[in-house]
T-cell receptor, first 115, second 109 residues
């Protein structure tokens, strides 16, 4: 158990809909990262938050948004869903903003299926 | 974003040493190189991390040349349970951490 909690574990929805994925980082971790993993694909970096502030953006679509709340949990909002958005979405946390001498701790992921 | 490349797949037999390379031309000056293991439908799990030269822990070694544009994960005496996908993770600047393309390792009996 990494200590990172993601909900829901599975989600099935229709095209055009909007969903919210939630992540609770490990106790004491200030950084939250979101990654997308499509079927048999690698891990694509979406966005990084540190202590409530956005620190870095990757290949995140404009239809997607995220935020980190004062209690440090984070939410990833996906709207106007398309079939291609079906993927595993991973949240990871770390103590600091940078990973020098640190590691990312990953949750078990939220599997989104868009029909 | 910068591409970090790895061989797509590798096969090995139990008991052999496996070396997996990662090419990361755009690694940021001050960032470390980290390797992760991933089983199907699970989150990646930390293996080892290093900045330069060689690092060894109880499960793996990591070799990083002086120019830091590549790295090699070495798994000694692999077993069937090491069958997984292995990813390198590098910082490419400004708090962006990019995974490599991943290497699917299959260990054969």
């Amino acid at each position: 158990d990494s200590g990172v909690t993601q909900t829901p574990k599975h989600l099935i929805t229709a095209t055009g809909q909007r969903v919210t994925l939630r992540c609770s980082p490990r106790s004491g971790d200030l950084s939250v990262y979101w990654y997308q993993q499509s079927l048999d694909q690698g891990l694509q970096f979406l966005i990084h938050y540190y202590n409530g502030e956005e620190r870095a953006k990757g290949n995140i679509l404009e239809r997607f948004s995220a935020q980190q709340f004062p209690d440090l949990h984070s939410e990833l909002n996906l709207s106007s869903l398309e079939l291609g958005d079906s993927a595993l979405y991973f949240c990871a946390s770390s103590e600091l903003a940078g990973l020098n001498t640190g590691e990312l701790f990953f949750g078990e992921g939220s599997r989104l299926t868009v029909l | 974003l910068a591409k970090t490349t790895q061989p797509i797949s590798m096969d090995s037999y139990e008991g052999q040493e496996v070396n997996i390379t990662c090419s990361h031309n755009n690694i940021a000056t001050n960032d470390y190189i980290t390797w992760y293991q991933q089983f199907p439908s699970q989150g990646p799990r930390f293996i080892i991390q290093g900045y330069k030269t060689k690092v060894t822990n109880e499960v793996a070694s990591l070799f990083i040349p002086a120019d830091r544009k590549s790295s090699t994960l070495s798994l000694p005496r692999v077993s069937l349970s090491d069958t997984a996908v292995y990813y390198c993770l590098v910082g490419v600047g400004t708090y962006k951490y990019i995974f490599g393309t991943g290497t699917r390792l299959k260990v054969l009996a």
